[in-house]
């Protein structure tokens, strides 16, 4: 089902790659750590898609907690999703918190390289 739903993602589909994903964990996807990063991460995107800001902030922030793939580049999306909903009449609250997460994937990044 977390493959199904990378496919409808991929087809600009992401509010039906969002139940794949749920239906995916509903029947047993497994809970070893790959799997669940790989899974937050993918429901960040398609949220982000279908503008649910917040769920896919949820999500990113899953992924950077692991602090290991794609956490550089949750924070960013974070950065992303709350300029989003900034743009959309957000508190300024949300500028300070996505400059934050912005620092956060630099510092990942530059310990990367």
């Not at 964990?25 to 503008?51: C, N, S």
């Not at 950065?79 to 989003?84: D, H, K, N, T, V």
């Not at 957000?90 to 934050?100: F, I, Q, T, Y």
Request: glycine content about 6%.
């Amino acid at each position: 089902m977390n493959d199904l739903g990378q496919t409808y993602w991929k087809l600009q589909r992401p509010q039906e790659a969002i139940e794949l994903y749920l239906k995916a964990r509903r029947e047993g996807m497994p809970d070893a750590k790959p799997e669940l990063i790989e899974w937050h991460y993918r429901l960040g995107w398609a949220y982000f898609d279908v503008r649910d800001y917040d769920k896919a902030v949820e999500h990113y922030r899953e992924v950077a907690l692991y602090g290991e793939k794609y956490a550089a580049a949750s924070y960013y999306n974070i950065a992303c999703a709350l300029a989003q909903k900034l743009k959309a009449g957000g508190s300024s609250d949300l500028a300070e918190d996505a400059v934050r997460n912005l620092r956060e994937a630099w510092r990942l990044t530059a310990e990367e390289e």
